[in-house]
């Protein structure tokens, strides 16, 4: 079966093992020990094709990695994108001590199932403790840093940083260059640009965001439709092609947020201070206006360099509170974000006519202590603030996309291919079976027949299965230079161009537009010397955001963990989210989190029913659905494996139980 899937080419074979077959066009092999010479590191591949390194970053000898081809600047010369396996100085793991000495096992099995440590050379780490071990008289390792307990913030953080190699520490050159950036506008720059410092602009993040790129503002047009400026911070003002700045942000291509802090592709100079768009200070934007008609269909646009000044910073909350407020205002920040309210809510309805698919899975939000430790842990909001933002992002790069498409500028698209005719079909036959379809077709499911399904579903016991097993057939967006249009917004035409401080693939959108502004002979060459390289660069930018989502998915995951340790024995009520053959799934009331039942914990042998989605009990004919309400006991946190294991107390009520008013 192997061996045919490899002739269909949905499988390839590396390394005597078998895995999906790469899309994307980087390259693998596994890196030479290097020898004198000015050729550098040399890669190998499985095929014996050579590569030359002038820089094998992280890369050791025996690591197998991968190479951008496309952005070694000749031929036979590629350079290092990421370490995919290999050996490391370091082990970041949980020590287990005995008699002779301790066990530390890697987080997340990652390396190594496991390594001993000598009792001489345990330094200070106690049972439980996170440890970081280096090598040491072969076969033995040694504790060479201490990191705490399970759920100490410092500790769960270096955890997840040292799985997925994301750098923390900036090079020295590059925040010396970034310390040489003037703070202050220069006035010439600002004679170059449209002077926007006089309107009502306004960012609008989250409470706890660590930058702030995006300020917006709306207006309602004396004829029917409103007119929304979008001004992104000019990112691209400030770090040069080929500088250090550059391709420090381009090895990390883009930021990564954890609960507690966030690692940035940028240094503090310029993601939290000279292109955050504060408060009533000046700063430098490109800005997309757009004007749109009393059903939001765009009937102009134009984008251009300018200069603004932000006149308030909002939290979501905030701006909810004003946009739902409904007493009239003349205070001119209420009357734009009223409009900016009503123009999202047009959008979003003319986005779902066309077919757009929203996935509103709902997201867990962790309320951090003083200390760092989660001291909740609740479902995060999605407010009509939420949603006006996302609209006017959603509408800003869509407008950008389809402009540089026109005018055939090099640049990259965010591109969401349909789903495989088979992954579509499961994905049919689920919908189908919860009667969230109309009368079964011929042709592929089309968009908008999925949307109309997943808002059909919504409130009842199987959305969140629905939504998952929809999300989960849908292929992986990506970037490409090439635009293959976007299946879940139903947008022929979309990039990213909103956030050039946090990702890369942005700063490239923006240089792009910038080219076309300009419209120069020296603007004509940079586009053209940077289309060569867009291919590979998207490809490393694709496989980049996947790392990313992965890693801040775990810190999540261990900040429950942390949270759901300090409540071992307790007992919770919950709503079954999610049926397995290994079990099932319970979110919790109290707090926005999933543990597992295991199947051998339940009274008697359990069969997965799969039409229906339940567990059976063959013995009983007891089953366990989506919905059920039931009552459990936190039995078992594994913080290395990110598993909350829960028991199964007694089944609950349908419905829970209506608060009283003195509840």
């Keep these: 079966m192997l061996r045919q899937l490899v002739a269909e080419g949905r499988l390839e074979r590396r390394a005597g093992r078998y895995r999906l077959r790469r899309e994307d066009t980087l390259r693998e092999g596994v890196l030479q020990p290097s020898r ?23 890369g050791r000898p025996g690591d197998r990695v991968l190479l951008d081809p496309g952005a070694g600047g000749s031929r036979g010369r590629a350079e290092l994108v990421r370490v995919v396996e290999g050996s490391r100085p370091e082990l970041v793991g949980i020590i287990t001590t005995d008699p002779l000495g301790a066990t530390v096992v890697p987080y997340r099995d990652e390396g190594p ?87 009502c602009f306004v960012t609008i993040d989250p409470a706890n965001a660590r930058d702030h790129d995006d300020a917006v503002l709306v207006e309602r047009q004396a004829e029917d439709g409103w007119r929304l400026w979008v001004a992104i911070a000019d990112v691209s003002h400030y770090v040069p092609e080929g500088s250090a700045l550059d391709r420090e942000a381009l090895r990390r291509g883009n930021s990564v947020y954890f609960p507690d802090r966030a690692v940035p592709m940028l240094p503090e100079r310029l993601s939290g201070e000279l292109c955050s768009l504060r408060p009533e200070v000046d700063r430098l934007a490109l800005v997309v206006e757009l004007e749109f008609d009393g059903g939001a269909a765009v009937r102009r646009r134009a984008f251009y360099p300018a200069v603004i000044r932000s006149r ?33 809510r047009r959008l979003v309805r003319r986005r779902f006519a066309a077919g757009s698919i929203d996935f509103d899975l709902p997201a867990a939000e962790i309320v951090l202590g003083d200390d760092g430790h989660p001291v909740d842990i609740v479902e995060a909001p999605r407010s009509v603030a939420h949603r006006a933002i996302e609209e006017a992002m959603l509408a800003a790069n869509r407008a950008v996309a389809e402009w540089l498409e026109a005018a055939e500028v ?91 401080i946090r990702r890369y693939a942005d700063l490239v959108v923006h240089r792009a537009l910038r080219d076309w502004l300009d419209a120069g002979a020296e603007a004509r060459r940079r586009a053209g010397g940077r289309a060569a390289a867009l291919t590979g660069v998207a490809a490393r930018l694709s496989l980049l955001e996947r790392v990313a989502m992965e890693a801040e998915r775990e810190a999540v995951e261990l900040k429950k963990c942390a949270f759901m340790a300090r409540r071992l024995g307790e007992e919770f009520d919950g709503t079954i989210t999610g049926i397995a053959r290994h079990g099932f799934y319970v979110t919790l009331d109290a707090v926005f989190v999933e543990g ?27 089953r366990f ?14 913080p290395a494996r990110a598993w909350i294991d829960f028991s199964l107390l007694r089944r609950l009520p349908a419905e829970p139980p209506r608060p009283g008013p003195d509840s």
Excluded: C, K
């Design 312 to 344: 308030r910073r909002l939290s979501y909350e905030q701006a909810a509170a004003v946009m739902e407020g409904g007493a009239p205002s003349q205070d001119p920040l209420e009357v734009a974000l009223g409009e900016l309210a009503q123009l999202g």
């Design 113 to 199: 199932s496991s390594v001993r440590v000598r009792r001489g050379d345990l330094g200070a780490a106690r049972e439980g403790d996170w440890v970081v071990v280096a090598p040491a008289r072969r076969p033995w390792m040694r504790v060479v840093e201490v990191l705490g307990p399970p759920g100490s913030p410092e500790a769960d953080f270096r955890a997840v940083v040292w799985r997925h190699r994301i750098p923390v520490a900036f090079p020295d050159a590059v925040q010396e260059e970034a310390s040489r950036l003037e703070a202050g506008l220069d006035p010439r720059e600002i004679a170059r640009r449209v002077d926007l410092r006089q309107r």
């Design 596 to 622: 597992r039942v295991h199947v051998g914990s339940l009274r008697g042998y359990a069969t997965l029913d799969e039409r229906a989605y339940a567990l059976v009990i063959a013995a009983t004919g007891e």
């Design 625 to 638: 659905r989506l919905g059920d309400r039931v009552r459990v006991l936190v039995e078992r946190v594994d």
């Design 410 to 500: 090099p640049t990259l698209y965010r591109v969401h291919e349909p789903p495989r005719p088979e992954d579509l079909e499961g994905l049919r036959d689920l919908l189908a079976s919860f009667g969230l379809l109309e009368a079964r077709r011929q042709a592929p499911a089309a968009p908008a027949e999925i949307a109309r399904a997943i808002q059909r579903v919504a409130g009842r016991p199987e959305e969140r299965l629905v939504n998952l097993v929809a999300l989960r057939s849908m292929r992986q967006a990506r970037y490409a230079p090439r635009n293959a249009g976007h299946f879940a917004l139903a947008f022929g035409t979309y990039t990213h161009f909103t956030s050039p």
């Design 36 to 58: 004198p010479g000015p050729d550098g590191a040399v890669v190998v591949e499985d095929d014996g094709t050579r590569w030359r390194l002038a820089d094998a970053g992280a």
